[in-house]
């Protein structure tokens, strides 16, 4: 078939990349032209501002050099502008700068011309020495400038005018800047934080002049004399200026589209107007993304809902036609190394909302978050952005936050409290510290590969230097740090609606409901009803699908054992050397005179190495071969502890009444109770349960999935606990009287567990996302609704035989055993 | 990888080398066997296509054992650390960087038959 031929105008941030996800889902289908004003290849243009402050250089801000272009087949015209579209021979025409004429002609156009820096009519705005910032062109034209001149005037103290001044005093300029508003920013920050940046900013050097009207740019005398040399004021004040940078805004570029009949706006809104297909209202063949489009009303200045317009282009232009483009809610932030603010959402306040603020002038921090209707609708933060990103999270989510109102303003629950020093100030720390304790990386590298890589997602970051790609403890600072040097081009991904992986676009909700509505019961049936992009997955969606299929239809799914990670697939733990750990069940932590012999005499035999007693209450066989691992299961005896799944792991005892002086009720028996009819739980990560026999609570309940703690009167139950890598108390479900009732309650939480988390979802994550209310709702209030779940759970685990037993059993069938055997060659 | 003419001929000419190791139905399909060799462990793959892979049973990152991981396309995630290596030429996938030694692997008359 003959490739079909696409146009894209404009060589920016937008349009490059829709080719790009155009490439990864068709690469055959067009040939692709490309038509440049600049005369570059791409660039992250939103690193102007570290290359204008000496931090980089040009080449480290490349996005896509012109070997990609070739290596992609792609034919660039770089230098090259447009000048006219002729829709009726679908052909675009442009000129260079030495007059030479280029036509190309196309079957679909992508429109992405970007926007041009609004320069407001004030006389003397043509002089040389006045510029915007938008471009290459500009950031050298400053830098040279900077060279030779003194002062410098910057007209607008949003971002952009900011990150300018900022740029040109660190390269020795002195640097004015000039506000029409009461205080900075006044879009993104409210008073109190803007007044905190300006006196950070003045304590550098920077100095302001607020709520002033320029009137006139005032040219120098003698041989300079088109050269700027002063701004003057309404109010007649005049000061001097060498370079002046007009930073009051951004017009979107549409001039070129409007001239060839497409739509572009009238009044307020003026843009490309655009369907939610991203294609122009005016002409199907006509695709525009970026800033100069407009979509249902609005026109965006930040790169992330851009690129979330060009994922979605891509799609349509792909043929696919799946995905609509709804509008992007946006957060920013400033470039500026050293100071941390946040803004998003709207802050201006009104008659139904609320604020929660935090206000410490000595510290230098200031938090300010916005509440309608208990839900996040604003925040800005100064000095301490930390939990920026989880706020902007709540926002997108819309979600209920009145139960967690009380700790709102004291951070993320999904920052870890483990092995990062307890470090939260991404700004503050030094290039030498470590963020990731467990692959051991430090702040420097992740924000080397950012810059350098061109990384904008968390996905990207932890790829690329590994960071917060194993405990995930330090992911709140690493998105700190990505939200710090790509500023408001990083929007955090909510949970909800992440894709399970690069496999599919379907998030784990999206699948899970599918498993159940068109009841799919293998991998292979699931992965073609909801059209994976692969063969057969990966080591991240096939675990979660084979959970997904097993929970939703248990005894009729089937268990794929190639889609279970190696531990659940070996029923043992893999260790850094290859060899195995084996830890038997022990129920409640209780074991006999006979297991122990068993057990001495498995790791004589076996020279097992290590003999570990566990954080759990039992003993674990560190150092088993894996060839040795059925026979070391045949001579213990004992069943499978599971310390390897996302299943059921221990239940954690304390000795209780029958032996206790202070216990009230029998722990011990209630725990071996609890663990045996939990038996054979697969859930979405592990599970674990402690019952302790009075409020000394010597059985650490307070920090486990399911704590048990017995009082006089019958039993306390708490959920949601955890002792892991985010330190959390479990938070109280009800109280019951009799143990049947600690298990039927127990057993319905779990269930609604095991049907609603996400895979690899602690119950203290699910329970975070869901609410409690929700949770007591339906296991506490709704009687009948819990018995249903108790019954379901029961069901699930009914017949549950143990992994050891069956693979090392003599009769055992050849496949279930041959994994562990070796072949010689 | 089924065998060209090439393969063949080269077999013929090494046949020494060639050693049948097991039926192909002994390796799981989306999984591994691990075969002792004069070359230390080696890893034969089996994927969804009926392919058969041979590496090295070391990952280039910590020497974590690829016969344990998780294969899917012509890919294995190595179980340790998650690096994905390319199954046939043990090259690990971008933006990791390192390889892992492959060897000649072929299936005939449902023999899986390693080189080494
Ligand atoms: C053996 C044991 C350490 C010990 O010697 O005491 C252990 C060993 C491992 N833990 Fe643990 N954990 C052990 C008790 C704990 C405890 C304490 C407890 O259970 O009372 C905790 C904190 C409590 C909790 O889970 O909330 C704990 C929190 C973790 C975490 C963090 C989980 C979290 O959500 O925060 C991980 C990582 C994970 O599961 O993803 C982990 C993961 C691991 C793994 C399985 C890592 C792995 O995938 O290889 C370790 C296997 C080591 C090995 O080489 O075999 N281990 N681990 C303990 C086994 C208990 C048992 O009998 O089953
Ligand atoms: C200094 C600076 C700092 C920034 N910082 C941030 C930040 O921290 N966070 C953030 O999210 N955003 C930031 N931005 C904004 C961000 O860079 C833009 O949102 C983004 O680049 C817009 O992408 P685009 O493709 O729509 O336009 P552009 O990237 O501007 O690309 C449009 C391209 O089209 C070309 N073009 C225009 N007309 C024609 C024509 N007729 N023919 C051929 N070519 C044409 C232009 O020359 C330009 O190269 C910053 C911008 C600047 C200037
Ligand atoms: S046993 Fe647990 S805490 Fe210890 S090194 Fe392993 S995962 Fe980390
Ligand atoms: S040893 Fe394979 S990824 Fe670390």
């Known amino acids: ?825 | 990888m089924m065998m060209t003419e090439l393969d063949k001929l080269t077999a013929a000419v090494d046949a020494a080398d060639w050693k049948t190791i097991c039926a192909l139905q002994d390796i799981p399909v989306l999984g591994a066997r691990v075969v002792h060799s004069v070359h230390g462990d080696i890893a034969v793959f089996r994927n969804a296509e009926d392919e058969v892979f041979a590496l090295q049973d070391r990952c280039a990152h910590k020497a974590g054992p690829l016969s344990q991981g998780i294969v899917h396309g012509r890919q294995v995630t190595c179980p340790l650390h998650g690096w994905k290596f390319e199954l046939a030429s043990g090259e690990a996938v971008a933006p990791d960087i390192g390889c892992t030694r492959a060897f000649d692997v072929t299936v005939a008359d449902g023999q899986v038959r390693l080189k080494v």
């Open chain 1, 1 to 825: 078939m003959k490739k079909q031929k696409l146009v894209l105008v404009g060589n920016g941030m937008a349009g490059v990349r829709t080719i790009e996800e155009l490439l990864k889902l068709a690469p055959d289908l067009y040939d692709v032209t490309v038509f440049g004003a600049e005369p570059h290849g791409n660039y992250n243009r939103i690193l102007l501002s570290p290359v204008l402050a000496g931090e980089m250089s040009l080449p480290e801000i490349m996005l896509n050099d012109l070997d990609w272009y070739r290596d992609n087949g792609i034919t660039l015209h770089a230098g090259r502008k447009v000048t006219k579209i002729d829709r009726v021979r679908r052909k675009v025409i442009a000129e260079a700068e030495d007059g030479s004429v280029i036509e190309a002609e196309y079957d679909r156009l992508l429109l992405a011309t970007g926007s041009v820096p609004f320069i407001p009519p004030i006389p003397g705005k043509e002089l040389s020495g006045v510029l915007g910032y938008r471009d290459i062109a500009d950031t050298e034209a400053m830098i040279a400038a900077a060279g030779r001149h003194k002062h410098a005037v910057v007209i607008g103290a949003g971002l952009l005018g900011l990150e300018a001044a900022n740029g040109l005093m660190l390269r020795g300029m002195d640097v004015t800047v000039v506000h029409l508003a009461d205080w900075i920013m006044e879009r993104q920050l409210d008073k109190a934080a803007a007044d905190m940046l300006q006196a950070s900013l003045e304590a550098r050097g920077m100095k302001f002049l607020l709520a002033r009207q320029t009137e006139a740019l005032v040219a120098g005398e003698g041989e300079e004399g088109a050269r700027v040399c002063a701004v003057r004021f309404k109010d007649g004040m005049q000061i001097p200026a060498d370079l002046v940078v007009v930073a009051a805004g951004i017009r979107p570029n549409y001039a070129l589209a409007e001239s060839a009949g497409i739509y572009c706006g009238s009044g307020r809104v003026r843009g490309i107007h655009v369907s939610d297909t991203l294609q122009t209202v005016t002409d199907p063949r006509i695709y525009a993304v970026g800033e100069c489009v407009a979509h249902r009303g609005t026109v965006y200045g930040l790169v992330a809902p851009l690129f979330e317009q060009g994922k979605v282009c891509a799609n349509h232009l792909a043929n696919f036609g799946i995905g609509r483009y709804q509008g992007s809610v946006t957060s920013t932030k400033l470039k500026v190394t050293g100071i941390d603010v946040f803004s998003a959402g709207d802050f201006s306040g009104g008659p139904d909302t609320e604020d929660i603020v935090l206000h410490d002038r000595q510290g230098g921090v200031y938090k300010r978050i916005v509440i309608k209707h208990n839900r996040i609708v604003g925040s800005v933060l100064y000095g301490d952005t930390a939990d920026g990103a989880w706020y902007f999270q709540l926002m997108k989510d819309q979600q209920d936050i009145h139960e967690i109102r009380d700790h709102l303003m004291f951070g993320q629950n999904h920052l870890g409290d483990a092995g990062h020093k307890g470090e939260n100030k991404a700004a503050a720390m030094p290039d030498t510290a470590e963020v990731c304790g467990c692959n051991g990386v430090c702040k420097g590298t992740i924000v080397k590969a950012i810059k350098e890589k061109g990384l904008f997602s968390l996905d990207e970051v932890k790829k690329h230097t590994k960071a917060a790609s194993s405990c995930g403890s330090c992911t709140g600072l690493v998105e700190q740090i990505l939200a710090s040097t790509v500023g408001g081009a990083y929007q955090a991904v909510s949970a909800h609606d992440k894709p399970v992986c690069a496999c599919t676009d379907l998030s784990h909700g999206d699948v899970r409901k599918a498993i159940r509505q068109h009841k799919l019961l293998t991998i292979p049936d699931a992965m073609a009803f909801m059209e994976w992009k692969t063969p057969n997955g990966c080591a991240t969606c096939r675990p979660a699908l084979n959970y997904y299929l097993i929970s939703t239809w248990p005894h009729e799914a089937q268990d794929d054992p190639q889609s279970r990670f190696i531990n659940e697939r070996s029923h043992a733990n893999i260790q850094k050397d290859g060899t195995y750990s084996v830890v038997p069940r022990m129920l409640g932590g209780i074991t006999t005179p006979d297991e122990l012999r068993r057990i001495a005499d498995v790791a004589d035999k076996y020279a097992i190495p290590t003999v570990k007693v566990t954080g759990g209450q039992r003993i674990d066989l560190l150092g088993v071969k894996r060839e040795d691992l059925p026979k070391v299961w045949k001579d213990l005896g004992m069943a499978s502890g599971h310390a390897y799944g996302k299943s059921i792991r221990t239940v954690k005892t304390c000795v209780g009444s029958e032996h206790c002086r202070f216990g009230t009720q029998r722990s011990m028996a209630m725990g071996v109770d609890l663990e045996k009819m939990l038996f054979g739980m697969w859930s979405p990560h592990k599970v674990k349960l402690a019952v302790s026999g009075c409020p000394r609570n010597c059985a650490e309940s307070g920090i486990k999935d399911v704590g048990v703690i017995g009082v006089d009167s019958g039993w306390e139950l708490y959920v949601a606990g955890n002792g892991g890598i985010k330190t959390e108390v479990a938070q109280f479900l009800c109280k019951v009287s009799t143990s049947e009732e600690v298990r039927e309650y127990s057993a319905a939480f779990l269930q609604l567990y095991r049907e609603e988390g996400f895979y690899l979802e602690r119950t203290v994550h699910y329970v975070h996302r869901v609410g409690l209310e929700h949770v007591k709702k339906r296991v506490v209030e709704d009687a009948e609704n819990r018995k249903a779940l108790y019954g379901r759970l029961l069901f699930a685990v009914q017949d549950y035989k143990d992994p050891w037993a069956e693979r090392c059993a003599d009769d055992a069938a050849a496949p279930l055993r041959r994994q562990f055997e070796t072949l010689e060659a």
